[in-house]
């Protein structure tokens, strides 16, 4: 179960787009891969590389975010020793690195008007020059760029450049955010699960309960597959008893009672210039709409239920801590635990 190289998913939105890449993937044209963090635009990259006939040959990388714009094309096209402070010996270029092979763009929206420029030209007559030197040197690289921008937007508004847009995207694959890929959060929440569990060496995988599955699937995974990896690995990870389903889902690993807040703000005295009474509901939790509830008692059990069973998860199914963290007695929270049948749960 080798991490980084599979595409895990049958939802027709995310074939399409694996189905689009391969057959991309035989022509040495320039490749534009688009979607939202976390949607596998470097898993495309790849498998646009491998399937190509330049398997065999160099795959370079470039994090066009990563540099600031003053190292971008030294980067891009290399410089000569002494072609600025710090130019201490001469550097070939990602584009030479890549010769013969694929180059992978990602961020490309970051880019600076000058890098487009000379991208453009690289691209166009296929010969890149280092700074500080008047030669020019041939290339054959194969350009696959990515980014979660909307480029013709930023084309029309005069952010980027409309002709290299023009040279970049003879094909353009879109991806799927997780939301819009159906079925596919329980394959992959299966397939990151049971590789945990193999790496933790567990005899048996127990699979999610009833309402850790609910929540993984209701959940909107702005983070896309990335995200989902993060949550159900360190889901695992966490759970003690591989004999007994994992029940615990941690959604937000900076959640934590402990967790610094950020410095308090004066408050101005009541009349001060400038300011204006404090709201007396400000302390009041946000209302939420409960047009659903059609049966008060079982809504409010429901509830409480789950506010019980999330910090009974959250605190190792310590019950005396569980009952601190909620404010109650220890016999105040066996009591509740008996009326929602949790008695059976794990101790802490």
Known sequence: MERGVQFVGQSGAFLDAVERASRAAALSRPVLVIGERGTGKELIADRLHQLSRRWAEPMVTLNCAALPETLIEAELFGHEQGAFTGATRARAGRF?????????????????????????????YGEVTRIGSSRSIQVDVRIVAATNEDL??????????????????????????????????????????????????????????ERAWQGLNEYAWPGNVRELRN???????????????????????????????????????????????????????????????????????????????????????????????????????????????LMDKPAG
């Open 152 to 209: 013709p937007r930023l084309a029309d508004e005069g952010l980027f450049r409309a002709d290299l847009l023009d040279r970049l995207s003879f094909e353009v694959i879109t991806l799927p955010p997780l939301r819009a890929r159906e079925g596919d959060v329980p394959v992959l929440t299966e397939y990151f699960g049971r590789r945990m569990a193999t790496e933790l060496g567990w005899e048996a995988w127990p699979g999610f309960d």
């Open 96 to 124: 030479e690195e890549a010769d013969k092979g694929t180059l992978f763009l990602d961020e490309l929206a970051t880019l600076s008007m000058g890098a487009q420029e000379r991208l453009l030209r690289a691209i166009e």
């Open 231 to 341: 949550v159900v690995e360190r889901a695992v990870y966490r759970w003690d008893d591989w004999t007994r389903p994992v029940a615990h889902v941690v959604y937000d690993p900076f959640d934590s009672p402990w967790k610094p807040e950020a410095a308090p703000h004066r408050v101005a005295s009541p009349g001060e210039p400038g300011t204006s009474p404090r709201p007396a509901s400000s302390a009041l939790p946000m209302q939420t709409t409960h047009d659903h509830v059609s049966d008060l008692r079982i809504a409010v059990d429901a509830h409480e239920r789950a506010i019980i069973e999330h910090h009974l998860g959250k605190n190792r199914y310590n019950q005396r801590q569980t009952a601190k963290s909620l404010g109650l007695t220890y016999d105040q929270l066996r009591h509740c635990m008996k009326k929602h049948g």
